[in-house]
């Protein structure tokens, strides 16, 4: 009888795929059962480390969505807010520094950020993608669940693209195209990959300290935003800013370019769950409601304010919203994206207003405004939304959860992106300075980038 139970056993954890088989724990344990249950053991674990097929389709849809995102999201966002001669020199910086820096972080940066433990940075055990092929797994946060490491790549390798073509609209038409593509090559690898290890790497110090940054508020938006802004002091004013009228050339795009963006970040904040479990339900729903909720607040402080609602002031919003949701879109439930994104969304509208007249910088596009701002706000509302009582998940401890201390902590996350994006930033900006030059001729800069830069028009006379 007990070899009878042993056989079964094993039969039915090779038919089952690795589902435990509870008659063997009613048998005595002698060598036959035990050898048995031996085998069930190792066949789950075989099982265990199986890539999971949903959650690598899922992953892969999320990759294809935050390209989207930039790819026409950003770059039409940002095309149509510029005037018209110098629309083409937005899409080629967007889509150029993308391409860059998809190749350095196989090159390098995936593992600086991701490839060993540290307190700031990883090491060059995986430069070159060294020692990684199609069967290697990588983790998520299911221990049982993985999904092929080439898939988690190039995932990764998204937001670093996403994060320095969201600078580019700090200092646009007026920059040096080889400017561009030089600092941020710099502020790659001496800014995001520290910020992105310290925060999701193993080891990395915020996360250790319990930072929560579910998809990128610290990594990418106040990454962004600070970078932004710097490089909008030390670049300087456009040429008759202030004075000349410099109104987007077209609205229409901005709205298509928002709009795509917002489908995109279903990838860039859903697909940070890594698995298409119930889990990515919450980020799912919360990408969602808080944008929503950021129109109609940027809607409501325009009517307020000004007399009247803007397309602009819509389409900003929008984007608004999805910044302050970024990182907290995994751990606060519905009702606090709603909050986040309501504030999020009046914030951002004096960001871009009363703050800007205040700095008194000439941020193009507001990445400041929208994205440093915006990612400041929800990181540190993380910390008080994240809480069970206002309906959030408490985090890796929800009967301990302190929205004192976790608010301290975000605060301390938000703290060191500052100064240490500050400081990388100005270095990077006079050293691309002293090497290629950061802006353009008064001249080429009247005539506009798309000539100049790059000898085309986005439109013909």
């Not at 969201?166 to 502020?187: D, H, P, Y």
């Not at 914030?347 to 000439?362: F, T, Y």
């Amino acid at each position: 009888m007990k070899q009878l139970l042993a056989g079964t056993a094993v039969a039915l954890a090779i038919g089952a795929s690795g589902v435990m088989v509870s008659s063997v724990a009613y048998a005595a344990p002698d060598e036959p059962v035990a050898a048995a249950a031996a085998s069930v053991a190792g066949a789950a674990s075989a099982v265990a480390a199986t890539v999971d097929k949903a959650d690598t389709a899922w992953m892969m849809v999320s990759t294809i969505l935050v390209i989207l995102m930039v790819l026409p999201g950003l770059a039409l966002f940002y095309g149509g807010l510029v005037r018209s001669k110098n629309m083409l020199s937005v899409l080629m910086q967007v889509m150029t520094v993308f391409s860059l820096m998809v190749v350095l972080w196989v090159v390098y940066g995936y593992s600086l950020a991701f490839g060993a433990e540290g307190l700031i940075i990883g090491d060059f055990s995986k430069v070159f993608l060294s020692g990684v092929t199609t069967a290697s797994q990588a983790d998520t946060f299911t221990p049982t669940s993985k999904i092929p490491e080439f898939i988690f790549i190039a995932f990764q390798a998204t937001f670093a693209g996403i994060t320095a073509c969201l600078i580019v609209g700090s200092f646009a038409e007026r920059v040096k195209f080889a400017a561009v593509l030089l600092f941020c090559a710099l502020w790659l690898t001496f800014c995001y990959l520290p910020i992105a290890h310290m925060v999701w790497g193993a080891g990395g110090y915020l996360l250790s300290k319990g930072a929560l940054d579910f998809a990128g508020g610290t990594v990418v938006h106040i990454n962004a935003g600070i970078a932004g802004l710097v490089g909008a002091y030390m670049i300087g004013k456009r040429l008759g800013y202030g004075k000349d009228a410099m109104t987007p050339h077209s609205l229409t795009l901005t709205m298509v370019g928002a709009a795509l963006l917002w489908v995109g970040w279903f990838g860039f904040n859903a697909g940070s769950n890594l698995e298409a479990n119930e889990g990515v339900a919450l980020p799912f729903i919360n990408t969602l409601l808080a944008p929503a909720a950021a129109v109609l607040a940027w809607n409501l402080g325009e009517t307020l304010f000004k007399g009247k609602a803007s397309m602009l002031g819509a389409a900003s919003g929008a984007v608004a919203g999805l910044v302050g949701i970024t990182p907290a879109c995994g751990t606060v439930g519905p009702m606090g994206a709603i909050a986040i994104g309501f504030i999020s969304g009046l914030v951002c509208l004096w960001a871009v207003s009363g703050l800007k007249r205040m700095l008194g910088a000439d941020d193009t596009l507001d990445v400041f405004g929208i994205h440093g701002v915006g990612g400041i706000v929800g990181a540190i509302l993380t910390g008080v939304f994240t809480a069970p009582s206002l309906g959030g998940t408490g985090g890796a401890a929800p009967a301990d959860f302190s929205i004192i201390s976790q608010t301290i902590i975000q605060a301390e996350g938000v703290i060191i992106t500052i100064i240490w994006c500050a400081v990388v930033s100005v270095i990077a900006y006079k050293v691309v300075d002293m090497v290629v030059g950061l802006r353009v001729p008064e001249d080429q800069e009247r005539e506009g980038l798309d000539v100049t830069s790059h000898g085309e028009t986005a439109y013909s006379n």
